[in-house]
């Protein structure tokens, strides 16, 4: 659909993925698809499945992604 191929097409991904990670401080945005942004994870408790035992899970920052108000409009419908 393209005219793109595979190998393009991953060398871009690569390049995205390499200028995401440069980003990384900041928030990364791909227009029209979302955006990732860094959050803070409070500590909390949680359980060990196998002993039922109590665990602490230290706090932590995770990357977590955004989609885009239009692009989730088109795939869910608007409300």
Do not use: C, H, W, Y
Request: hydrophobic share 40%.
């Amino acid at each position: 659909k393209t005219g793109l191929t595979k190998k393009q097409i991953g060398d871009v991904m690569d390049q995205l993925l390499t200028l995401a990670t440069k980003e990384a401080k900041n928030i990364f945005v791909v227009p029209n698809f979302g955006r990732l942004v860094l959050a803070n994870r409070k500590a909390r408790m949680g359980r060990n499945p196998q002993t039922g035992e109590p665990i602490k899970i230290p706090a932590k920052r995770v990357v977590k992604f955004r989609l885009a108000k239009s692009l989730k409009d088109a795939v869910l419908g608007k409300k």
